[in-house]
C-alpha cells in the first residue's frame, strides 16, 4: 500500500490531462485531412458503391447515389457532418462495407487489438532476453548470431515473413493453419480453433517487431555494464547474475520504453499486411476496401482509432520512463 500512495498519481495525472487537450487539435487536423484527401482522390465513391451495375446506370441513378451517400456536399460540410455525428457517437455508414461503421468497427477491432497485443508482449518479453544474453556475452558468438539476425529482420518486410512462415509451417511441416480464424467447415469458432489460428500470424507480426527490442536492449545494458556503479557491485563481491539483473537491467531497460510508444505505427502497419496474409478477421480488410472505395465515414474513423493509438503508446511510454527513472519530471 505504501508503494502505490508513494507514487506521483499528481502529476501524472497533470501530465495526461495536458495530452488528452492537446490530442483534441490533433485529432480535428487529422480527420480534416482524410477527409481532403479523400477529395482529392481520382477515385469515385460512387462508381465504387454502384459497382458493375453503376456501369449501365443513368446518370440520374448515380446523381441519386451521390445525394445519399452525401459526396455532393462541399468538403467542409461532409467533414464537419460526420464530426458532430461522431461526437454524438454516431460515426455514420460505411459505403462500402454496407453497414454502420461503429458495427463494422465494432466486428473487427477485437480480433486486430488480440492480435497486435500477443505480438507486442511476445516481441518485448523475447527481445529483451535476446538483448540481455547478446549483451552479457557482447563480441562472442551468441551475441554476433543475435545481432545478425536482428538486422536482417530489420530489412524483411512482414508480407515476406508471413509468406514465408505460411509455406514452411502450414505446407511444408503442416504444424499451423495457414490462415482464418477457424478450421475449414467449422460453424463457430471454438477458443481451441482461435488459439491454433492466432499463433503463425501472432509470430510473425513480433518477429517483425523483435529486431528494435533486441538491438535497443543489447545497447543499454552493455552500456550499463561499463558504468562506475555497475563496477563497483562487481567489486563488492555480488554475483554476475546479480550485477545483471539488479544493477545493469534496470538502468539499460529506460532508453527501451522510449522505444514501445514510438513502435505504435509500426506495429500498426505490420498489422495489416499480416492480417492480409493471413486473412485474420481484423480491421486490415475493411482499411484496404474504405481506402479504394473512398469511404469518408469509414476512413474518417479508422485514422482517428489508429492516431489515437500511437497518442496513447506515446503517452504511455513517458509514464512508464517517468517511473522507472525519479530522476525525470511529468513536465511532458
Known amino acids: 500500500m505504501r508503494a502505490l500512495t508513494s507514487l506521483p498519481w499528481g502529476p501524472m495525472a497533470r501530465m495526461t490531462g495536458r ?3 492537446l490530442a483534441v487539435p490533433v485529432l480535428l487536423a487529422v480527420t480534416f485531412g482524410v477527409f481532403a484527401i ?4 481520382p477515385f469515385d465513391p460512387v462508381k465504387a458503391y454502384a459497382g458493375d451495375a453503376g456501369l449501365t446506370a443513368s446518370q ?3 446523381d441519386q447515389i451521390r445525394h445519399n451517400l452525401g459526396v455532393d456536399q462541399p468538403l467542409l460540410t461532409r467533414w464537419w457532418d460526420w464530426l458532430t455525428g461522431a461526437l454524438t457517437g454516431d460515426l455514420g455508414d460505411s459505403a462500402s462495407l454496407r453497414a454502420p461503421v461503429s458495427q463494422v468497427i465494432g466486428e473487427r477491432l477485437g480480433w486486430s487489438v488480440l492480435l497486435c497485443t500477443l505480438a507486442f508482449v511476445v516481441a518485448v518479453l523475447l527481445g529483451t532476453v535476446l538483448g540481455v544474453l547478446a549483451a552479457r556475452w557482447r563480441g562472442g558468438m551468441f551475441d554476433r548470431m543475435v545481432t545478425g539476425a536482428a538486422y536482417a529482420l530489420e530489412a524483411a518486410p512482414p ?5 514465408l512462415a505460411i509455406w514452411l509451417c502450414a505446407l511444408k511441416l503442416g504444424v499451423l493453419p495457414a490462415g482464418g480464424l477457424t478450421d475449414t467447415g467449422s460453424p463457430t469458432a471454438t477458443a ?10 501472432a509470430l510473425v507480426l513480433a518477429v517483425s517487431q523483435l529486431p528494435w527490442f533486441v538491438l535497443y536492449v543489447r545497447q543499454g545494458v552493455g552500456d550499463a555494464l561499463a558504468e562506475d556503479a555497475v563496477r563497483g557491485a562487481r567489486s563488492r563481491g ?3 547474475r546479480t550485477v545483471l539483473l539488479q544493477h545493469a537491467l534496470r538502468s539499460g ?7 514501445i510508444g514510438s513502435r505504435v505505427p509500426e506495429l500498426i502497419t505490420g498489422a495489416l499486411l499480416v492480417e492480409t496474409v493471413f486473412s485474420w478477421p481484423g480491421i486490415a480488410a475493411a482499411t484496404v476496401q474504405a481506402a479504394t472505395g473512398v469511404d469518408f465515414p469509414l476512413l474518417a474513423a479508422l485514422t482517428v482509432l489508429a492516431t489515437a493509438a500511437v497518442l496513447i503508446g506515446n503517452l504511455l511510454s513517458d509514464l512508464l520512463y517517468g517511473l522507472a527513472d525519479p530522476r525525470v519530471a511529468f513536465d511532458g
Open 60 to 62: 440520374e441513378s448515380l
Open 192 to 201: 481451441g480453433q482461435i488459439a491454433r489460428h492466432v499463433v503463425l500470424p
Open 38 to 41: 479523400a477529395a482529392a482522390s
Open 19 to 21: 495530452r488528452a487537450l
Open 159 to 163: 508480407f515476406w515473413l508471413g509468406l
Open 238 to 240: 555480488l554475483r554476475e
Open 253 to 259: 531497460l529506460l532508453p527501451v520504453l522510449t522505444l
